[in-house]
C-alpha cells in the first residue's frame, strides 16, 4: 500500500529565505508524486508532478521538486519565499499500474515572515 | 478557478440530521472523487465514481452515501451526522483514465455539525 509522510505540520522561512518542505513516500511499485498547494478557503491545486523521466520537476510559481529514489523522497523547494506563498502544501503519491486513489500526505503550512 | 463546483459552501446542522452535498465535475471530466479534510485525520479519501459508476471505495462511513448522476454531478449523502463529522468535504475530479493525471479540486462545502 501506498503512504506519505511530510514532515513538519508547520515550516516558518522570512521573506527571501529557502523554502524546503520534505515528503518521503513508500510505494511497492514506481510511484507517480504531486506536490498541490491549498491557499486559504480555496481548493487544492497542483504545483508539479513527476510521472517518468527528469527527476527534477518544475512548477508553478518558481517552485521545484527532486525525486530520489533511493531516498523514497520527494521534497518541495523554493530559492526565496515570497509571502503569497503562505499557504498549505500537500505531497501526494498514486501507483503506475494501479487505481487512480492519490494518497495525500498530511499536508505542511508553510508561514512566511516579513 | 478549477472549474470544479461545489454546493452548498458552508452548512451548519445538528446531530442526527441529513445533509446532501453537490459537486459539478469539469466540463468533460468523467471521475469525481469525494475527501473529507479534518484537523486530526488530514485528507481522507471517500469514494471515486467514474461515468456513473462507482470505481473505489476509501475511509466512508456506512452513513455516508454518494452517487454519480447521468450529466455527471455527483451528490455526497451524510446521515445521522455526528458532532465528529464536522469536516471541509471536497470533490475532485479528473480528466482521462492515466495515473498520471492531476485532481481539479472544488473549494469545498465546510459542514458544521452543532
Known amino acids: 500500500a501506498q503512504s506519505v509522510t511530510q514532515l513538519g505540520s508547520h515550516v516558518s522561512v522570512s521573506e527571501g529565505a529557502l523554502v524546503l518542505l520534505r515528503c518521503n513516500y513508500s510505494?511497492?511499485?514506481?510511484?507517480?508524486l504531486f506536490w498541490y498547494v491549498q491557499y486559504p478557503n480555496q481548493g487544492l491545486q497542483l504545483l508539479l508532478k513527476?510521472?517518468?523521466?527528469?527527476?527534477l520537476v518544475k512548477g508553478i510559481n518558481g517552485f521545484e521538486a527532486e525525486f530520489k529514489k533511493s531516498e523514497t523522497s520527494f521534497h518541495l523547494t523554493k530559492p526565496s519565499a515570497h509571502m503569497s506563498d503562505a499557504a498549505e502544501y500537500f505531497c501526494a503519491v498514486t501507483e503506475s499500474g494501479g487505481s487512480y486513489i492519490p494518497t495525500f500526505g498530511r499536508g505542511t503550512s508553510l508561514i512566511v515572515h516579513p | 478557478d478549477s472549474g470544479v463546483t461545489q454546493t452548498p459552501k458552508h452548512l451548519i446542522t445538528a446531530t442526527g440530521q441529513r445533509v446532501t452535498l453537490r459537486c459539478s465535475p469539469r466540463s468533460g471530466d468523467l471521475s469525481v472523487y469525494w475527501y473529507q479534510q479534518s484537523l486530526d485525520q488530514g485528507l481522507q479519501f471517500l469514494i471515486q465514481?467514474?461515468?456513473?459508476?462507482?470505481?473505489a471505495k476509501g475511509n466512508i462511513l456506512e452513513r455516508f452515501s454518494a452517487q454519480q448522476f447521468p450529466d455527471l454531478h455527483s451528490e455526497l449523502n451524510l446521515s445521522s451526522l455526528e458532532l465528529g463529522d464536522s469536516a471541509l468535504y471536497f470533490c475532485?475530479?479528473?480528466?482521462?483514465?492515466?495515473?498520471?493525471?492531476?485532481?481539479?479540486f472544488g473549494e469545498g462545502s465546510r459542514l458544521t455539525v452543532l
Open positions: 510505494s511497492s511499485v514506481p510511484p507517480y
Open positions: 465514481y467514474y461515468n456513473g459508476e462507482e470505481r
Open positions: 475532485a475530479s479528473r480528466t482521462g483514465t492515466a495515473n498520471t493525471g492531476e485532481l481539479f
Open positions: 513527476y510521472t517518468t523521466g527528469a527527476t
